[in-house]
């Protein structure tokens, strides 16, 4: 059974950081490809980074290319999204997901909000 754990949320002023991180069980993980995305009060779910199972490839919505970086670390299972320079838009739940034999999985979500 598939399961994604997603931590690492809160609140942080303009300009601040935070990393999240997913923690995946039930697969093998350094078979697959993984994604971050994003979700905003009353507006629809969106990819914000993704990775493919060895870290060769990475891409980037344009919203956060510069300030977001995605990593995996196949050891122990974990997805991260380095998270700098945020603006109040990058408020929302950030969920992690994989997709397994055309089957997409998803966290629970942990909220970013950036806020003075």
């Known amino acids: 059974q598939v399961r994604l754990v997603e931590s690492g949320g809160g609140l942080v002023p303009p300009g601040g950081s935070l990393t999240l991180s997913c923690a995946a069980s039930g697969f093998t993980f350094s078979v697959y490809a993984m994604s971050w995305y994003r979700q905003a009060p009353g507006k629809e779910r969106e990819l914000v980074a993704g990775?493919?199972?060895?870290?060769?490839?990475?891409n980037y919505a344009d919203s956060v290319k510069g300030r977001f970086t995605i990593s995996r670390d196949n050891a122990k299972n974990t997805v991260y999204l380095q998270m700098n320079s945020l603006k109040p838009e990058d408020t929302a739940v950030y969920y992690c997901?994989?997709?397994?034999?055309?089957?997409?999985?998803w966290g629970q979500g942990t909220q970013v909000t950036v806020s003075s």
């Open positions: 990775i493919t199972n060895n870290s060769g490839g990475k």
């Open positions: 997901a994989t997709k397994i034999w055309g089957s997409s999985s």
